[in-house]
């Protein structure tokens, strides 16, 4: 019998569709955890990702510079760099806010590393 020359394409278009499929899918899943990490803002630190205890600067500035500007050099808020308040000031800032711009929590646990890190930044 004569194999059906189609039989090969038929099998890579089912493959590749598995696989669209699978990625699609692994993809979905990425990003709820993604999400997951942010609504819980790294308090959970233990199961969701063993880092998030760990200071980034990148990750945590992050959270800053849609208000703080690109290089934290001021935008809505104020300019971070060259700030002259003291690690304390900017610690008590960015545990409980200031003001009504300036929104506490978004570092929980690191506000002391994103203090001492703005201060690296003058
Ligand atoms: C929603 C916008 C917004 C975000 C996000 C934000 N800030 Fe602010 N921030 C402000 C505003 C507005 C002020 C000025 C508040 C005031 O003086 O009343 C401010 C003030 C500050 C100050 C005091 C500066 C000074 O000279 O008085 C510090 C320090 C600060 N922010 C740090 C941070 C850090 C660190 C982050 C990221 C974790 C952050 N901010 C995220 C809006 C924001």
Redesign the pocket.
Known sequence: MQKNPIVPFILIFAFGIGLIFFLSIMGVEKKAEIAEGHEEGGAKTEETEGDASEFDPEV?QG??I???GGDLGGG???A?VG?S?SKEE?TE??TNG??S???GG??PGQEEQ?AEY?LTLK
Do not use: E, Y
């Open positions: 945590a959270k800053c849609g208000c703080h809505v808020g104020p971070l700030t308040l900017l800032i960015i200031k003001g711009g300036m929104p978004l570092l994103m703005i």
